[in-house]
């Protein structure tokens, strides 16, 4: 991101051009006046801009969920009071949002990029804290873009309204109880529902907008009827779990015994459970809806999660860990593969895989899998077949637990779902990555979770060994801080290699060093064993600092020089028990001297350069309450040695106490001080000699002097009653300004010659004021903690740029009104770019994508590093080609000119989900297209199978055993014969955990509709003879088992259908429907009932092709009606009916995306109508005008015939 000067025109990202007209602002002069006329080269430099640098999370920061790992690939997390958003692939934060008063306890990625009227690309995400406020903030500029409110509660929980046709819709979740929508376009609330029980967490279900559960203290609460317009009408169903308690004499050994016990135990219903229960929902950690499982659930309990079957509201699985392992502290379901990411409490993550029908259970270590067993993950029984069993695959290493380092959450990459980030309470996040032990070298490593290996279901998939790495980690403040100090400023001399550091001091002796343009922790070490109490810089790679234990009484002193490159530690004083603290340490302007200064004591005076003492104050010297170098005289005296020696330095030369010759020449230093009593002295320092100057007495009203700050001709000094008494040596004259606020800790001066600003430390905030034109004038003022936490210290970044530590642990560089901590990206200094495509303007992302998934210029791939030729405009190329050069580009190389693969790769590489989405659907379809028309065992214009085939040898069979199938997370997108077997398998899951007689009707249902009548029959016939309906049980199964295909029966038969249906027994009268082969009209008659789903699952389950084909088509119409236009598009795909795609993508504007796909058709060689064709062709070549080449040899291609 560029940056530059008043006076410069041109700039590159990480840096900021300092000319001749800036060094007033920017450098401290110390030069001569006439070497500042001279010519200074221009260079550049790292620009300091208002930022947060964060500490420690607080534990309330995640418990409800304040992280967040957005499709765009950055991730946000509250911190305190702070929202900070990190850059996961070069691990560097990118900005810091402050403005939440109250602990910030959710943060939500928008899941599109919106383009402001320049163009530019609006990131967007909400974040709420624990007094109701939500913020929604544009994290570009850095400030909110507006902030709601209903009440002062917690905000529980933020979700967005799933949907196409609800974009910006936000559901939050109030305490106790209260559900409220809003619109984020309109920045108003559309309604509020309040429910009858404590509400504590809710999430909507992925595969259905209409249905939200929530998580109550004692229940679980299914609302099916939601919908953003209108306040729901009921107020759900309860559902409540509960489990047998077992005996002392029932002791559990084993996780076998166990899950054997709880599989036959547990129940879940509408009935609250007995008091001697055990395994409750108000034992339940957290529920997430299954992402790669329709109609699933997950609920997680310290030991155990269970796998619920929502459509008969029974557990078809627990996966259970042994006591030796630490229990669970969060899980997150995946959904390109059905994995779980399980986050225990010892730090560690481990890896459970959705274990094949059949497969022996495999038992596997913490880390890899060929390793010794420590862990056993055990689903298995008597029917392992039957229910959902999980392999325990890999597990990444135990994290050092320290005070104040617990592991709070994880994040998972949404978009390649192989991805974890780990979230830390000391604030430190570390990234992993899911990758086989083969993965040799990058090249070898896949994009996402979907490449490292088949769906479970599928007969080719073998599972290879994985483990989890750690590739990153982000360190944060430590804390709790003691000091800061900045080293020295910016001047003429050394801004050719500046680099703007400040270092930090914990109360654990820690001392960090910070790079406050990047807002990245460069170095930790580790030096004393006690709190720090001061660091001063002797240049600007080394330090000062001291450190001891106590502010009271006798302590032990420790005094180090640091070497901040090597990391080398000089101890400049031997251990002397029982002394007096060290008050301060004071390095003089030409780095020849530092004093050491004494509570109730004489100072120390020692030479730096010789880390010798040079000479100890006697005792009845007065003792020093603050001290401060002259920079003025100093500089004089070393020029006056200087010109005497005739050995002068061309001007950008720096000045150095030691001649051409070698021979050091020692310069006269001066220090000011004042001591208990309020008196000031000037004394003179050259070699060891220290001279008496002049000694003044106090002014009246001054009080015991705390602090003093020497800059130009001004010496400042701050007393107890908040005065600054403030000398002009130039004019000889003094005065006084009272501030008003009480005991003042620390004074600071900014650098920069004439730069009078004076940065004031209190004890409840800060001040700014300028003393320029021997004025007073104040310029900011910040009191805590009704403006912000408590500020610890205080420093200078920047002449305009103040440093506060406040007591949350955080690092607040403040513009000079004390107003702002963030800033826009475009004025950040970054170690490396950004990897975010979507920070792109969104004209240029799309650009960008085309030019990636094309072949058109009759070359394997594009020119990597693009020019305006390529249609960029001349200040969008650098931020192109940074994005572009971060990308896995032998990817690229690898797909060759097959415009699907490539368009896939570049869906995965720019982080377009809807593009993954829709391309992988694609892929799996054209391919199927493609086997097809090579067998021909499909007519020439049509992708969908012939009609005559059965239902039993269509989708029982699998056709098409080459191609890997789509996951269960497509759902109703998978092939015929992948969907219905998805379908048999969870009817058998139903039917070995069917209870009651309710739960067997279901299952009977099902069965029937499915085809299975001899098992239907089966269930019908054990109805018991007690059983009021045992008869017309029995008459079912007569029917079922003895159904004739004569006209007249099927007539009866249909008509006995149509009134059931009539009279609003739907699902009786389509199983009637089925029985007779008349499953089509009982879609319709679904669909006219608006039970879209259960048509749509009837139809993908039993009905023929080209049957299928007319459910679904009306459904993508359907789907259109209500704005859903990405779905239909999927359902369209799915069916073959590209041409119809082609259309609905050029109706929606979706240019890119219809000449994409008709490149691919090409490929194939699939016949496209010649005027569509020409359509896509005209509207494609127009969109990429920019780039002429690419849209002539567009314009040259030719339909297949």
Not at 103 to 120: A, F, G
Not at 613 to 625: C, E, G, I, N, S
Request: charged letters at 20%; glycine letters at 6%; proline letters at 5%.
């Amino acid at each position: 991101m560029a940056t530059t000067d008043q006076s410069s025109t041109n700039g590159t990202e990480g840096g900021d051009v300092l000319t001749t007209d800036a060094k007033d602002l920017m450098c401290e002069k110390l030069l001569a006046s006439e070497e500042m006329e001279q010519k200074i080269p221009t260079v550049y430099h790292q620009f300091v801009s208002p930022r947060t640098i964060t500490g420690p999370a607080n534990q309330l920061n995640v418990t409800k969920g304040a992280i967040d790992w957005s499709y765009n690939g950055l991730v946000a997390y509250g911190s305190n009071y702070t929202v900070v958003v990190m850059d996961t692939t070069n691990m560097q934060p990118v900005q810091c949002l402050d403005r939440h008063k109250a602990i910030v306890n959710n943060v939500l990625w928008s899941h599109r990029v919106r383009s402001k009227v320049d163009e530019s690309a609006s990131v967007e995400l909400m974040s709420s804290d624990m007094t109701g406020h939500i913020i929604h903030w544009d994290i570009t500029i850095g400030t909110p873009l507006v902030v709601l409110q209903d009440g002062n509660k917690p905000v529980l929980g933020m979700e967005w309204v799933p949907g196409e046709r609800n974009e910006l819709l936000l559901a939050t979740l109030h305490a106790p109880y209260y559900l409220v929508m809003w619109d984020i376009n309109k920045q108003t609330k559309l309604w509020k529902k309040g429910f009858l029980d404590n509400i504590f967490f809710f999430q909507f279900n992925p595969f259905n907008n209409a249905e939200i559960a929530f998580m109550c203290t004692d229940c679980i609460l299914f609302l099916d009827d939601f919908n953003p317009n209108k306040i729901p009408s009921s107020n759900g169903r309860k559902f409540y779990i509960s489990s047998p308690r077992m005996g002392e004499s029932e002791d559990i050994n084993r996780a076998r015994d166990r899950f054997k016990k709880l599989m036959k135990g547990l129940v879940i219903g509408d009935s609250k459970p007995r008091p001697e229960d055990t395994m409750t929902v108000s034992e339940c950690l957290g529920l997430s809806y299954h992402r790669s499982l329709r109609h699933h659930m997950l609920l997680q309990y310290p030991r155990d999660i269970l796998i619920i079957d929502l459509h008969i509201n029974q557990t078809v699985g627990i996966l259970t860990i042994e006591k030796t392992m630490t229990p669970f502290v969060q899980v997150i379901p995946a959904r390109q593969r059905d994995v779980l990411y399980c986050l225990h409490d010892s730090g560690s993550v481990s890896v459970k895989v959705r274990r094949k029908a059949g497969a022996a259970t495999v038992l596997a270590s913490p880390l890899d899998a060929p390793d010794p067993i420590n862990s056993v993950d055990v689903m298995t029984g008597n029917s392992a077949d039957v229910f959902l069993s999980y392999e325990h695959r890999c597990q990444s290493e135990v994290i050092r637990q320290m005070k104040g380092s617990k592991v709070l959450a994880i994040a998972l990459d949404p978009i390649t779902e192989k991805n974890i980030v780990l979230l830390l309470g000391s604030g430190k996040l570390v990234h992993l990555e899911l990758e086989t032990i083969s993965s040799a070298n990058l090249e070898d490593t896949p994009l996402c979770l979907s490449q490292l290996f088949r769906p479970a279901y599928d007969e080719r998939c073998v599972l290879p060994p994985l483990r989890l790495m750690t590739t990153g980690l982000l360190n944060a403040v430590a804390s709790p801080l003691t000091v800061i100090r900045m080293c020295p400023p910016l001047t003429t001399r050394n801004r050719s290699h500046y680099n703007p550091i400040m270092a930090g001091g914990t109360l654990s002796g820690t001392v960090q060093i910070y790079n406050m343009a990047t807002g990245i922790i460069e170095k930790e070490f580790a030096l004393h064993t006690q709190p720090v109490r001061g660091i001063e810089w002797t240049g600007l790679t080394s330090f000062l600092s001291f450190a001891f234990s106590s502010q009271t009484g006798k302590v032990n002193n420790e005094l180090l020089l640091t070497d901040v490159q090597s990391g080398q530690s000089t101890l400049l004083r031997q251990s002397r028990p029982a002394e007096n603290p060290i008050d301060m340490v004071r390095v003089s302007p030409l780095r020849q001297y530092f004093v050491v200064v004494y509570k109730d004591g004489p100072f120390e005076l020692w030479d730096l350069k010789g880390l010798a003492l040079l000479r100890t104050m006697p005792k009845k010297f007065p003792f020093v309450a603050a001290l401060e170098w002259s920079p003025v005289h100093s500089v004089k005296s070393l020029q006056a040695k200087t010109v005497q020696r005739k050995s002068i330095e061309d001007s950008t030369t720096i000045i150095s106490p030691v001649s051409e010759s070698g021979s050091e020449l020692v310069a006269k230093e001066h220090l000011v001080f004042s001591d208990t009593e309020s008196h000031l002295y000037h004394f003179s320092v050259d070699g060891s000699t220290v001279r008496d100057g002049i000694k003044i007495p106090p002014e009246s009203g001054v009080g015991m002097i705390t602090c003093i700050a020497f800059k130009s001709n001004q010496i400042v000094q701050a007393d107890v009653d908040g005065s600054l008494n403030i000398w002009d040596l130039k004019s000889k004259s003094s005065r006084n300004s009272h501030t008003g606020r009480g005991w003042i800790r620390k004074i600071r001066f900014s650098p920069g010659k004439g730069n009078l600003k004076l940065l004031i430390l209190y004890s409840d905030g800060v001040d700014i004021v300028d003393l320029k034109n021997l004025q007073y004038e104040r310029l900011a003022q910040l009191k805590c903690p009704k403006d912000m936490v408590k500020v610890v210290d205080v420093d200078w970044a920047a002449p305009d740029t103040p440093v506060l530590a406040t007591e949350d642990g955080c690092l607040r560089i403040m513009d000079c009104k004390l107003t702002q901590s963030a800033s826009s990206l475009s004025d950040y200094t970054f170690k490396d770019p950004v990897c975010c495509p979507a920070l792109l303007p969104p004209p240029v992302y799309t650009h960008l994508q085309c030019l990636l998934s094309t072949c058109l210029l009759g070359t394997p791939m594009p020119a990597w590093s693009f020019s305006v030729e390529d249609g960029f405009a001349l200040d969008q190329l650098q931020a192109v080609n940074d994005q572009v050069s971060m990308m896995r580009l032998d990817l690229l190389d690898r797909a060759g000119h097959d415009t699907l693969q490539r368009s896939l790769t570049v869906a995965l590489l720019l982080r377009d989900q809807p593009g993954i989405t829709f391309w992988t659907v694609c892929q799996y379809y054209l391919q199927v297209a493609a086997s097809c028309k090579n067998s021909c065992e499909q007519k020439p214009k049509q992708m969908e199978h012939h009609d005559s085939y059965s239902v039993s040898d269509l989708k029982r069979v699998n056709l098409y055993p080459h191609l890997e199938p789509l996951d269960t997370c497509y759902d109703v997108l998978c092939d015929p014969y992948a969907y219905q077997r998805l379908q048999l398998e969870r009817v058998g899951v139903h039917e070995w955990r069917r209870g009651d007689y309710k739960h067997t009707q279901k299952v009977v249902e099902r069965l029937i509709l499915l085809g299975e009548m001899d098992r239907a029959v089966q269930l019908l016939l054990e109805t018991d003879l007690d059983n009021p309906h045992y008869y017309t049980d029995g008459i079912k199964a007569c029917l079922v088992a003895t159904i004739q295909s004569t006209g007249a029966a099927q007539s009866t038969i249909k008509l006995v259908a149509t009134n059931l249906i009539a009279n609003g027994k739907i699902w009786e009268g389509v199983q009637l429907l089925c029985l007779i082969g008349k499953g089509l009209d009982g879609c319709r008659y679904l669909s006219s009932y608006g039970l879209w789903e259960s048509a749509v699952w009837l139809a993908k389950s039993t009905l023929p092709p080209l049957e299928t084909l007319e459910v679904l088509r009306k459904w993508a119409e359907h789907l259109i009606g209500l704005g859903e236009k990405e779905m239909a598009t999927l359902v369209l795909l799915s069916q073959g009916q590209a041409s119809r795609v082609l259309e609905l993508l050029l109706t929606h504007g979706q240019v890119v995306r219809a000449g994409l796909l008709l490149l691919a058709l090409r490929d194939i060689r699939y016949p496209v109508d010649k005027s569509l064709f020409a359509a896509v062709q005209a509207r494609f070549c127009e969109h990429m005008k920019a780039c002429e080449p690419l849209a002539g040899a567009m314009a040259k291609l030719q339909p297949v015939c």
